[in-house]
């Protein structure tokens, strides 16, 4: 019997979550970089440089990778030889609360889905999933999960006669609905079999596998390609913007099911694909790291000419803008995200003050990490933007002419930016560290008490976007 202290544990557990925060591993590395070589598209080909230009910015160890450093998944996989002492789940949890505090990672979890929605301040409690398996130590993996992508995530209850093409199908449905809302190139887990909770969970497995590593069953790994080339021949591209790289992998977990049933749940993962595995042992633990070849290849730069603007933008700016513009915005723009547009639009309806004056301001869907020492602000990449389409007509109204984030939006938002002239500005998902680089001062101005979801004021200098829908009804998502 193996006896493995529960604080060795939570000091693994630290390590790999920082580790994985800021380092993207080596086979997502090698899929940004194929895909930027084969993209012929301007417009996909700068958004995988940017993601490219993300990893390098953060490999210098000041922004995590991405704003949204998740919820924390692990995956772990007990020897049967092995004995804690302690208790296991209090291990990992308090390595999530000391690595999310020492590393500058965003908390996101809030104490109740419904009610409070008060945030947890440590990111706790983690998803902790545990198989029993032959050996005498602890295998721990841990994949941080975003909400952009978990949100993409799907289940279809097939009938057994569907076969394989029926799985393929829906898989592939289920990352077309998602279009540019996680994040692609994306990076997708299949679940197959089981009942509808344990597929959704072997989806997850799924996800831990490298990027290029097929299915040992000959037939599921024919299915993963078959699924990977359809979703590839969407054109759904980088960000949802058109091109050729719209998902870097397809993995596939299968287990026995019911005679009557054919269970397929699908976890999408965006191309930040933060994923890394600890090995603990009775005398201590070993992170596994990919030996790096140092990549600092130069990317491209935006494509075509790059339209100047200050803030605050006027009525005449807006006009000026159309679909695939590539505009660099300069000035004073504010953040805002689902929490911080519901009391705005509490206090228009009840004709209250409010925190700042709205006209010609551009509004940034964001919520950042917390700041370094000596830093302005952690990374600071955009939130999925339709979460917030049921409050546009209230901001327009006052006056904003401009809304940055990243996904498509409704119709209904595409007509209100007719009818009270705005654009709306598609900032690179996953390229969260770069975007902070061109923040040079960030003050919190209203709902302190919200985190990360508190409204600040933003100084920024050559923060770039495309014009991903403009106000004469032209919308990249729905051209491709």
């Excluded at 079999?193 to 344990?198: P, Q, S, V």
């Excluded at 004056?357 to 955009?382: H, L, V």
């Excluded at 006052?398 to 598609?426: C, D, F, H, N, W």
Aim: with cysteine; glycine share 12%; proline share 5%.
């Amino acid at each position: 019997m193996t006896e493995i202290k529960a604080r060795l544990i939570t000091a693994a557990v630290g390590e790999l979550i920082i580790e994985t925060s800021y380092h993207l591993p080596a086979d997502v590395r090698k899929a940004l970089r194929e895909a930027y070589e084969k993209e012929h598209s301007e417009r996909a080909r700068y958004i995988l440089g940017e993601c490219i230009r993300n990893y390098q910015t953060a490999d210098r160890g000041e922004y995590p990778l991405c704003q949204d450093t998740g919820t924390a998944l692990f995956f772990v996989e007990v020897g049967e030889e092995v004995f804690v002492d302690g208790n296991l789940n209090e291990a990992i949890n308090l390595g999530v609360k000391n690595a999310y505090e020492v590393g500058y990672l965003r908390k996101s979890l809030v104490n109740d889905p419904i009610f409070d929605r008060i945030n947890t301040k440590n990111n706790t409690p983690a998803v902790i999933y545990i198989r029993y398996v032959k050996g005498s130590d602890i295998k721990i993996s841990f994949l941080a999960k975003g909400g952009g992508g978990e949100n993409c995530s799907g289940l279809r209850m097939l009938t057994p006669s569907r076969g394989p093409e029926g799985v393929i199908g829906a898989v592939a449905d289920i990352v077309r609905e998602a279009g540019g809302k996680p994040c692609p190139p994306t990076v997708i887990g299949v679940g197959i079999g089981a009942t509808a909770d344990e597929a959704m969970v072997l989806s997850k497995w799924a996800l831990l596998r490298k990027i290029g590593e097929r299915h040992p069953d000959p037939r599921y790994a024919d299915m993963e390609l078959k699924i990977l080339a359809k979703i590839n021949e969407s054109g759904i591209g980088p960000q949802g913007l058109g091109g050729a790289a719209s998902a870097f992998g397809v993995h596939i977990e299968a287990r026995p099911c019911h005679i009557a049933s054919m269970p397929v749940g699908v976890s999408v993962n965006c191309h930040s694909q933060r994923h890394g595995t600890v090995t603990v042992g009775e005398n201590g633990f070993v992170v596994e790291r990919e030996e790096e070849i140092a990549d600092e290849r130069e990317v491209c730069e935006p494509a075509g000419k790059i339209k100047r603007l200050n803030m605050p933008l006027t009525v005449d700016d807006v006009l000026s803008l159309r679909a695939g513009d590539i505009v660099s915005l300069n000035g004073v723009i504010y953040t805002a995200r689902d929490a911080a547009h519901k009391r705005l639009a509490e206090a228009i309806g009840a004709n209250k003050k409010l925190p700042f004056d709205m006209e010609g301001q551009g509004i940034y869907y964001a919520g950042p990490s917390p700041e370094r020492p000596g830093k302005p602000i952690g990374s600071c990449g955009p939130t999925t933007s339709d979460r917030m389409d049921g409050f546009t007509e209230d901001i327009l109204k006052q006056g904003v002419r401009a809304m940055i984030g990243k996904g498509p939006r409704s119709r209904e938002t595409l007509e209100l930016m007719r009818r009270y002239p705005a654009v709306y500005l598609a900032n690179v998902g996953g390229a969260a560290a770069v975007t902070a680089e061109k923040i040079k001062s960030a003050v919190v101005v209203a709902y302190e008490e919200l985190g990360p979801e508190a409204i600040r004021r933003l100084e920024v200098e050559d923060f770039i976007c495309i014009v991903a829908a403009d106000s004469y009804g032209s919308d990249l998502y729905g051209s491709g």
